[in-house]
């Protein structure tokens, strides 16, 4: 029961007790629920049965690498739906104790003797060491996946992400499409971008409204292989005659299919480059047909300068406009226009952390201005910071199909963000690298149509 605010004389000052307001009983407003979402706990107070964090092992998690440290390992444990327990490095160096001791994991958990490691792992589990079967996360070149994906399946790991592409060639597609369908391991690609709100609501657009789509257009620019370049990443990349192809166009050409809502049926008209200081692809463009009967395009170039991690995907109405999604201009908005010339966005332009001069140069002082890019900068020089957000719900999307592949008892009380299907190698990994191929030999026989069915049966 409420009182009115009383006075009570007391010695010493007068104190004024103010009226308390019970605790209200309403349930939760809906702006309540929204904030919950987004806090860490993810599931409702309903759901008695929350699963233990996934044991999880990231494979290329060594000092220098690129997309382990930066973007699995800290979403991983920011979903805190994962546990890093395990890691494997590179062979012939030292970077399992580094690893390790960054990890706090016994150094007998880092190892670059994959073979061991992922034996390990799975005796572990069947003693119940750790309280869920192991995940193991690939993060290492493209062309290492394939072998990696198969040791741990022969191993007896049962769940298995790898960033994209999955595999560079049709071959590996056959080996590791028979591996998993011996064992009915699970194995999801990372293809980040996809986990967008704008280019979510971008494929529920073209979904509502399929009449009002003329094409469905993607790209994926960047600028580093203008001039001749070598690092760790660069040389692996650019060692593959498909490097763009491989690295960049596979992430248009799922976007593409990704918000068109179905797969690529052929490319046609299609063009490749080579580089000017090597024989590698930097650029491809084609034309693709998707299973609903829309058509668009993918196009990716390393070599056009000023864009450093500019992907995007543009869909054109037939009444001329046009709903673009740009990671680089702005992970969180949609670009709306009458304009054919996507490349103009306003008279403003942006400048990405340790992507421009500009700041070297006007502070007039290059070692202080990369030491702070570096210090206030969770990712990679060009990468957007907004970047992170994509990765954290991809990866709760994965935690979300284990727990559905596990039938564990959390099922029905699954957050929002768990529900989100992630790609399988079955769908997005295959029609990726099945894509760069048909790209290939359509470019090579003049832009005709080719399948991807064609590419995958040769
Ligand atoms: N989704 C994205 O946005 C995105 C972005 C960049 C890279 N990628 C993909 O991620 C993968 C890795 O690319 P990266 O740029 O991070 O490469 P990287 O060269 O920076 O790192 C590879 C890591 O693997 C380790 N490694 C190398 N050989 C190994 C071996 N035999 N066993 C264990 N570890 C080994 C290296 O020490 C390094 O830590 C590639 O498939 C690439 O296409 C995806």
Redesign the pocket.
Known sequence: MCREPRTYLARGPRVRVLRVKPFSRKPDSHKSKIVKEKLMLHFPPECTVIPPRIPACI?????????????HGPNLLASNMFDIRWA????N?D?HVNVAKNLRLPQENVS?D?AALFRRMVLQSQAKDVSLPPIVD?????H??AA?IKLAVESGVRHIM????AVGEIAEIHQVREVLKQTGAKLWV????RYNFVVAWLRAYVAKHPKRIASIDAGFLQDWLIKEVHF??AD??TAHKYCAL??ILT?AADLASYVAGAPITSVEGARVEASRWAEFFDAGYGRLMFGNNIGGSAQCSQSSKGHADDIYVCVTETDGRRLMWRMEWNPDALFVSQTPDIENRSMFSQRLRGHSSFFAEALGDEKLATELAQQYGKNPPGHIQG?VTLWYFLFLGIAGAYCRDLQLPCIPFLPKAMQIEPPTFEDAGVQATACVHAYAKSAENGGKRVTLAEVLSA
């Open positions: 494979v290329g998690l060594g000092p220098g690498g690129f997309i382990g440290p930066t973007a494997g490095t590179e062979p160096t970077f670059s994959l690939i993060c290492t070149p493209t290492l996946h990696q790898t960033d994209k592409p990372t293809f980040n971008h760790r990443q692996w990349r491989l690295d992430h970047w």
